[in-house]
RNA sequence: AGCGAGGUAGGGUAGCCUGGAGUGCCCGCCGGGCUCAUAACCCGGAGAUCGGAGGUUCAAAUCCUUCUCUCGCUACCA
């Protein structure tokens, strides 16, 4: 049985929700969609990352417990995930979900099996204020970035992963591309990266740096396992690694992650070199995106320009939202969200062009064709219908290759075919001098109706029902796209985007 | 500094690999048409020395060299 595994990062939750995280969802849902019908089974994960320090500190600043911040803020990214529509099969909650501890501790133990994990020293410049090791680099005159103080020299003694091992696998790994990196450049950017050599890196922290927050290093409860290592495996969590043998035999391993730039190096380096640590197969491709900016502004709390995706979603609706994100942000590049252009695209393109064309194609006939019409001969028609075909065809070969803003963008296009053809032909002059010719036009009109309706499902799922529903038809594989129906018959239709403001 | 990506009309992009009239798309702007439709839709127009300079070629946005500017990566940091 074909299978499809595509998983999502799963953020932190020591902040809410914004429009970035929400461009991923989007993302990886339209890919998981898109592969469902066209009937890949796809399975996809997300959840949350839990076990961090950061976790800790912000329920402190917040008065509260670690627990109670995780639930309340692991709820939000549900809620953004109902939102935008992320239609995920397990969401993975770091510090609660006990199939995913067992998971943890289980790789750990396969990694430490295969001899690659091991005790060091480690010492660091260590800012009590941050609680974190900072490099050298990063500090500013020698001092903490955060609270400008100097940082005091600390040593621990630590668990490490025996990365450097898997130097040469990993490159063999990237560059033959067993584990595909999407762009090219990202791709670029991980084997000069592993160029440059690589070092064992931290596994765990002493439970006291950690505030006993996090999950305990098997049989040792002094020392707690380092985030990374515990949010990269809720990948394998998500797909039953431990839960449900025969489930992750199927899926794993994974198809696609889906993740931000900003985190390339945990998935295609460690993460590669701890599966093959742990014996476990490799994922197929790592799709990478980049950062939103809002108004051209880089996204922070001091502007106040955090894009909160669940108002947003709440204001000009689901599709228009995941429409914004996919078609006006470049998949792999960053790119720029302002709610004015979103509130263009939903009124000129998505209301003005496709819902317009939509009702336009759907009214007439029902008022002038009695609701129902029949395939017939035809000529032009045909040729209309051939070249949205076409678009079609190339579509499904723009989501092979998840380049999903040009694939939403060539749907579009069929959507201008249809307007372009019905006004040329004027059916409403036409159906009083030639009746057979204004429903030849309107028979391939509603072809194109209805093929837009299949394209656009991974996109728009709520629009594209809706849209297939007033045919009396549900979302299908894109196979279907350009077959031609018999016959329609129009059930009632409304308007499919409304105007804002 | 090293490595990588990029600089195409007011903004955003595609085209570049596999040279052939600046060719296309979205937003915005100007003019016209239409009235089936959500004051929507359609047509036409203005606007670009395709970052600068050299070179290869009958021909360069596209190939080569160089300069310049922007961005990303350069280890324990979602």
């Known amino acids: 049985?074909?299978?499809?595994?595509?998983?999502?990062?799963?953020?932190?939750?020591?902040?809410?929700?914004?429009?970035?995280?929400?461009?991923?969802?989007?993302?990886?849902?339209?890919?998981?969609?898109?592969?469902?019908?066209?009937?890949?089974?796809?399975?996809?994960?997300?959840?949350?990352?839990?076990?961090?320090?950061?976790?800790?500190?912000?329920?402190?600043?917040?008065?509260?417990?670690?627990?109670?911040?995780?639930?309340?803020?692991?709820?939000?990214?549900?809620?953004?995930?109902?939102?935008?529509?992320?239609s995920y099969d397990a969401f993975v909650r770091t510090s609660v979900d006990k199939e995913h501890m067992k998971t943890v501790q289980e790789f750990w133990a396969k990694c430490s099996e295969s001899g690659d994990i091991y005790k060091k020293k480690y010492g660091g410049l260590y800012c009590v204020g941050c609680e974190l090791f900072y490099t050298e680099g990063e500090l500013i005159g020698g001092l903490c970035p955060e609270h400008h103080t100097k940082p005091e020299f600390v040593e621990e003694e630590n668990y490490f992963f025996r990365l450097s091992k898997y130097e040469k696998r990993v490159m063999d790994a990237i560059e033959g591309n067993a584990v595909q990196i999407l762009p090219q450049e990202r791709r670029a950017e991980v084997i000069n990266f592993i160029k440059s050599g690589l070092e064992d890196f931290s596994v765990s922290r002493s439970v006291e740096r950690a505030h006993g927050w996090g999950l305990h290093v098997p049989g040792d409860d002094t020392q707690v396992i380092y985030v990374w290592f515990d949010?990269?495996?809720?990948?394998?969590?998500?797909?039953?690694?431990?839960?449900?043998?025969?489930?992750?035999?199927r899926l794993w391993p994974a198809d696609i992650h889906v993740i931000g730039k900003g985190i390339v190096r945990f998935h295609a380096v460690y993460w590669i070199a701890m599966l093959m640590s742990a014996g476990v197969e490799l994922p197929k491709s790592i799709l990478v995106h980049g950062y939103v900016t809002v108004d051209g502004q880089k996204m922070s709390k001091s502007i106040g320009n955090v894009v909160d995706p669940i108002a947003i979603s709440a204001k000009y609706g689901q599709d228009a939202v995941r429409y914004y994100l996919l078609k006006e942000i470049s998949t792999f590049q960053d790119?720029?969200?302002?709610?004015?252009?979103?509130?263009?695209?939903?009124?000129?393109?998505?209301?003005?062009?496709?819902?317009?064309?939509?009702?336009?194609?759907?009214?007439?006939i029902g008022s002038r064709m009695g609701g129902s019409?029949?395939?017939?001969?035809?000529?032009?028609?045909?040729?209309?219908?051939?070249?949205?075909?076409?678009?079609?065809?190339?579509?499904?070969?723009?989501?092979?290759?998840?380049?999903?803003?040009?694939?939403?963008?060539?749907?579009?296009?069929?959507?201008?075919?249809?307007?372009?053809?019905?006004?040329?032909?004027?059916?409403?002059?036409?159906?009083?001098?030639?009746?057979?010719?204004?429903?030849?036009?309107?028979?391939?009109?509603?072809?194109?109706?209805?093929?837009?309706?299949?394209?656009?499902?991974?996109?728009?799922?709520?629009?594209?029902e809706r849209m297939l529903g007033y045919i009396g038809e549900k979302p299908s594989g894109y196979g279907k796209a350009v077959e031609i129906p018999a016959s329609f018959s129009i059930k009632e239709h409304g308007i499919l985007f409304k105007k804002i403001e």
């Open 231 to 249: 949010a990269l495996v809720s990948y394998l969590t998500g797909a039953g690694f431990s839960r449900d043998k025969d489930l992750f035999r």
């Open 373 to 464: 019409i029949k395939e017939l001969e035809m000529d032009e028609g045909r040729l209309v219908i051939d070249e949205a075909g076409k678009i079609a065809a190339e579509v499904d070969g723009l989501m092979a290759r998840c380049q999903l803003g040009m694939a939403l963008m060539k749907i579009m296009e069929i959507s201008n075919i249809g307007n372009r053809y019905l006004q040329s032909n004027e059916p409403w002059k036409l159906a009083d001098v030639d009746e057979r010719a204004a429903r030849e036009v309107l028979f391939a009109c509603a072809t194109l109706c209805r093929m837009i309706g299949i394209l656009v499902y991974p996109f728009m799922p709520g629009a594209a």
């Open 1 to 86: 049985m074909a299978k499809f595994y595509i998983t999502t990062s799963i953020p932190y939750v020591n902040a809410r929700p914004h429009i970035g995280h929400a461009l991923e969802f989007v993302q990886a849902d339209a890919i998981a969609r898109y592969k469902k019908i066209n009937g890949h089974g796809a399975f996809l994960t997300t959840g949350t990352d839990e076990n961090s320090l950061k976790s800790v500190i912000s329920a402190q600043k917040l008065g509260i417990s670690a627990e109670e911040l995780c639930r309340s803020n692991s709820k939000l990214f549900k809620d953004m995930s109902s939102a935008v529509g992320l």
């Open 335 to 364: 790119g720029d969200f302002s709610e004015k252009a979103l509130k263009d695209a939903l009124n000129n393109e998505l209301a003005g062009n496709l819902g317009n064309f939509i009702n336009r194609t759907f009214t007439f």
